[in-house]
Structures are given as C-alpha cells and as structure tokens.
C-alpha cells in the first residue's frame, strides 16, 4: 500500500491537554491563560483539546467563594471556549463550575464540538472528601458523546477511581475517555496505576488531564488501549501536552485482548445498571 493511501486508511488524530496551575480565585486570569494554551494546541491544528478540572478557579476555595464564581451552562467560561472551538474546528472539553435554576453548584465538564455547538454537559457524580461539603453530586449516568473528533467519554477526576464508569462508557462506545482532574501529590501513585488500568480493562484510549502545582501532581498522561503510556507531562510544570492517536490501534487491541467482546453484563455490580444483551454462548 502506498504512502497516500495507506494515510486514508489510517485514522489519526491530535489530542492536547492543558496542564496549568490555576491562580485561585481569579478566573478572569485563569481564563485568559488557558485560552493562550487552547490557542497553542490549535496552532499545531489538535482535533480534541481537554481542560483540567476546576481550572478557571482554583480548586481550594471556600463554598462561598465556589458560589460566588459559579456559572450557567451558557456563562462566559463556555461561550468563549465555544468561540475557540468555532473558530478553530477543535472539539473542546471544558470543565466549568456550574450553577443550576435552583442555586445548586456542580463541578461540571462542558463538551464543545468543533462547530461551537455544545455537545452536552457532565457533572461529577462521585465527591472527593471535602467536596461532599461544598458541590451536589450529578446523576449516575455516563453518556458518551458523538463530536466531530469522534466517540467521547468523560470522567471527572475521583470517577477514574472506581472501575464501573469507565466500562459503562466503553460499552456504549466510547474511543477514548478523558478526565480532567485535580489529582493530589499524595494520590500520585494511584494515578499512575488506575488511569492505565482503566484503559486495558475497557481497551480504550484515556487522557487524564491535571493541574499543577498547588498540591497536584501534574503528570497529564495519555494511555493507549493496551495500557501503555503514550505521553506524560511534567509533575512540575505547566505544559500544553499534545501527541497523535490512531483510532484503528482501538480494534486491533480489541483482537489482541477481547474483553468487551467476552463481557457479561450480569458481573456489572448491581445488575441491570447496563443494558445490553446477553449472548446464550458466553
């Protein structure tokens, strides 16, 4: 097969992560920064940007104060990250905190697909010790969503931690799952071991994105589908980390290792929470 052709066959993509250390309390800088970084990634023309979790604020602020900075779904945080993902063509996962019709706050992902459209919007389901005290809990639910870029996953930071979410959005499809974090220095080690081993129990690609500094461990990582890591970022500094994905490697590493195909929906804890049909031979 020639070069031309064998380049058509071959599905390959950019991802960028924004590592960042967000200033706390400050979004009108933090915005401005990440757009600078957002703008680095297009640049080098990336087909799917992710934003850490709680980058526009800082993530050690009071309720108050969370309160305070909180947005809509159609506040300024996404409507200009909507204007970068129109003007670039880049499908964008912003995280935002987000403020409903009934004052309640979420730490929310917003997912923007290259047209400036928005694909939709998750909410953190699973609260990391003090934030039990200070965010509402989203829905168990875990959609995937279809973008320009392709089939897309989000988890936001503590999900990554429990193994049911990720294999629920591998079986409704996902190609990768992202998760925008601020994962602590002192978690350092669970990071490096469950971001990995979510992606070579579901074969999939994921891209952890995290802050830095601050008490976070940094190390933005992308892993493949047979849990290599494919690229990581610094522990102790800011850095736009960006690397080119090939969606065919997600069907042969489901030939080499067939998990999803073996899978048995009465072995998902709780039972009936996924509903997909049982093969008589397996």
């Not at 935002?96 to 909410?123: W, Y």
């Not at 042969?252 to 899978?263: G, H, K, P, T």
Request: charged share 25%; aromatic share 8%.
């Amino acid at each position: 097969m020639d070069e031309k052709n064998r380049c058509e066959v071959i599905s390959i993509y950019q991802v960028a992560g924004i590592q960042m250390t967000p200033i706390m309390n400050d979004v009108k800088a933090n915005l401005t920064r990440g757009i600078q970084f957002v703008r680095q990634a297009t640049d080098v023309k990336a087909d799917l940007i992710v934003l850490p979790e709680l980058w526009t604020t800082g993530y050690y602020l009071s309720k108050e104060a969370f309160i305070t900075l909180a947005e809509r779904q159609d506040g300024r945080t996404i409507s200009l990250l909507q204007e970068e993902a129109s003007r670039s063509g880049a499908t964008i996962v912003c995280p935002f905190v987000e403020k409903n019709d009934a004052d309640q706050i979420f730490i929310s992902a917003a997912i923007i697909d290259g047209d400036g459209s928005l694909a939709g919007v998750v909410r953190k389901s699973l609260l990391w010790g003090r934030e039990q005290q200070i965010f509402t809990k989203g829905d168990i639910t875990y959609p995937v969503f279809t973008t320009s870029f392709g089939t897309i996953g989000v988890l936001i930071c503590y999900e990554m931690e429990f193994p049911e979410p990720s294999r629920i959005l591998a079986l409704e499809g996902a190609e990768i799952i992202v998760c925008p974090s601020v994962w602590s220095l002192g978690a350092s080690r669970r990071w490096d071991i469950q971001l990995p081993a979510r992606a070579l129990d579901n074969t999939v690609y994921v891209f952890g994105v995290n802050t830095v500094g601050n008490n976070s461990c940094g190390k933005s990582k992308l892993v493949s589908p047979l849990g290599d890591i494919l690229a990581q970022a610094s522990d102790s500094r800011e850095e736009v980390l960006i690397r080119a994905i090939d969606k065919e490697a997600l069907s042969w590493a489901r030939e080499q290792v067939s998990y999803l195909d073996d899978y048995r929906s009465k072995l998902t804890p709780g039972g009936s929470s996924i509903l997909i049909e049982e093969c008589p031979n397996k």
